[in-house]
């Protein structure tokens, strides 16, 4: 029997389909799960896997990517799928050419015409006998993909996918659902939203059934099981009405999954946050920690202080754009040398004399976070250091990623003939950061480099565009609104008819954004009038109750924390 696994990234599918494999073995099954402990069985597979998520391939045209990763697929199948299933009773897959298919033709815009014969051709008559689609609101599928990366996640290049920004695991899902409603005797949907624990003996029962039964019967079993279980609607009557909901949707996921709560509270603070954070951090420090970017708060600088001594990495890395207060820089001077590159990192754009200081201390043994620190510095200080570190590592500059981007991060912000020419030798090796370096920057050069990589990563295009109130800019974010979640990210609290055209265009379609976009226009009739609509429509998305839940709480009328 063959059984497939699908969902977006952050779903919980490798750690649903693992756990389903341990326990049917556990039942003397003979089980082959080509992607155990989330790699493939084939290192092919696996390499071809990582150059299509490699960014340093920014202009990989989407033809391109389709065919590269049916080729995986095909490698997967032809090297251990045919094999496993002439020698085992049930072999698990995370992914198939469902995958492929989806993100071709509902992520990147390719026809069907193009897509369907290759995927036909691809699968030479091989089909899944059941297909389990692991569902998960998009938001809670990000949180987890960002927390996976505090406890040493991907390395290297950021993946390409990303670079299309939040939307594109929304037109994802909208493809999945496509395909499990156009035949329900195969699909099933699996909401990975409750107890893991739950879902894998669900799916476990539901493989039992399909072998005995036939899937179709399995299927339809289960899917009335579930069509019985319904919630009446939610009401959200006002802002405190969602705060309340929401902080008991926290509580909830901090009974499984506490880095997930604490994550959800970022940014936040206040009584009812502070309790609940402070409990939290006794399970799932590094989250909470990670929650705390920016934040001057007492109870903020009494967690950091508490946690600095098991985790100086993550407490550094919650002060980035956050040295305002003395609790702050005290902090630190005591954890500088501990963790000397994330302390350097803190210091991106200041110009206080501790930070030249440590940056003179630091720059031969910690280079790269040195030249990350310049970001926005534009004077002959900081252009004196610039030199003095290519002095020292200019020759790798065409070699290494991670020197190309920190040189890249130094030139934020500037405009020179000099930040360019750095900016220019930084692109071929780190493009992304390159095009990231162009946030405040406005020239005609910048707008063509935008204008380039619109297609292939407008996430970073538009957070270039944050405060830009260009008519440029407006222009790039109505061209991408509909797709890209991000267009609607920096300009919080702006009253002008293109903020508010871009505002009522987006309601339906980034109904959380839109509210996030109005800051202390919250306050306002026009804002609050948005806000009832949008918790009228969308009780249940949590990325909107967490952005009211901010309203309610009065910090939208506190400037935002700098972009770091």
Not at 197 to 208: A, H, K, M, N, W
Not at 256 to 271: H, I, K, S, V
Not at 378 to 389: I, N, T
């Amino acid at each position: 029997m063959f059984v497939v696994f699908e969902g977006i990234d952050g779903s919980g599918k490798t750690s649903i389909s693992n756990r389903v494999a341990a326990e049917l073995a556990r039942q003397g099954q003979s089980v082959k799960h080509l992607r155990a402990e989330g790699r493939f069985a084939s290192p092919i597979v696996e390499g071809i896997r990582e150059f299509t998520r490699n960014s340093q391939h920014l202009e990989l045209c989407w033809e391109a990517e389709f065919l590269l990763y049916v080729a995986r697929d095909v490698q997967l199948m032809n090297e251990t799928l045919r094999p496993a299933l002439a020698c085992h009773d049930i072999v698990l897959a995370d992914r198939f050419l469902y995958t492929s298919e989806v993100l071709a033709r509902h992520a990147r815009g390719l026809d069907e015409s193009f897509v369907r014969p290759i995927l036909t051709a691809a699968a030479a008559g091989l089909e899944p006998d059941l297909v389990i689609w692991v569902d998960v609101d998009p938001a809670i599928a990000n949180a987890r993909r960002k927390l996976r990366k505090l406890d040493g996640g991907r390395q290297g290049p950021p993946g390409r996918k990303g670079l299309s920004g939040a939307g594109l695991p929304e037109r994802l899902r909208e493809g999945y659902l496509e395909l499990a409603a156009s035949d329900p005797e195969r699909w099933f949907v699996v909401v990975n939203h409750g107890s893991l624990e739950e879902s894998v003996q669900r799916v476990v029962e539901l493989i039992g059934r399909a072998r005995n039964e036939g899937p179709a019967r399995a299927v339809a079993a289960y899917r009335a099981a579930q069509s019985q279980r319904t919630s009446p609607p939610l009401r959200l009557p006002s802002a405190t009405a969602a705060l309340e909901h929401f902080l008991s949707r926290v509580d909830e996921l901090g009974e499984r999954e506490p880095a997930l709560a604490a994550y959800l509270l970022g940014g936040m603070y206040g009584t009812p946050v502070d309790a609940r954070r402070r409990r939290l951090a006794e399970v799932a420090p590094r989250a909470v920690l990670n929650a705390l970017r920016a934040l001057n708060d007492a109870e903020s600088q009494r967690l950091r202080r508490e946690l600095s001594a098991t985790q100086p990495d993550l407490v550094l890395r919650s002060l980035r754009g956050g040295l305002r207060s003395p609790e702050g820089w005290t902090l630190w001077q005591e954890l500088e040398a501990v963790v000397p590159s994330e302390a350097l990192l803190c210091l991106s754009g200041s110009t206080d004399a501790r930070a030249w200081a440590a940056r003179d201390r630091w720059c031969e043994c910690e280079p790269q976070a040195t030249l990350a620190s310049l970001a926005g510095l534009d004077d002959p200080r900081a252009w004196a250091m610039r030199e003095r570190l290519l002095t020292l590592r200019g020759e790798v500059i065409s070699t290494s990623y991670e020197f190309a981007r920190a040189l890249a991060r130094s030139v934020t912000g500037s405009s020179t003939d000099a930040a360019w020419h750095l900016r220019r030798q930084a692109r071929s090796v780190a493009p992304v950061a390159a095009l990231a370096s162009l946030a405040g920057v406005y020239d005609p050069q910048s707008w063509l480099w935008r204008e380039q990589a619109l297609e292939y990563a407008p996430k970073v295009v538009m957070h270039s565009l944050n405060g830009c109130a260009e008519p440029a800019a407006w222009r790039l974010r109505q061209q991408v609104a509909r797709r890209c979640k991000e267009a609607l990210d920096g300009f919080e609290g702006v009253d002008s008819p293109e903020a508010w055209t871009l505002r009522e265009a987006s309601y339906d379609t980034w109904p959380s954004s839109v509210v996030k976009t109005l800051g202390p226009l919250a306050d306002t009739e026009r804002g609050r009038a948005v806000i009832e609509r949008q918790l009228a429509a969308y009780p249940d998305d949590v990325s909107l109750l967490r952005h009211v839940a901010r309203i309610a709480l009065g910090l939208h009328r506190v400037a935002p924390p700098p972009d770091t």
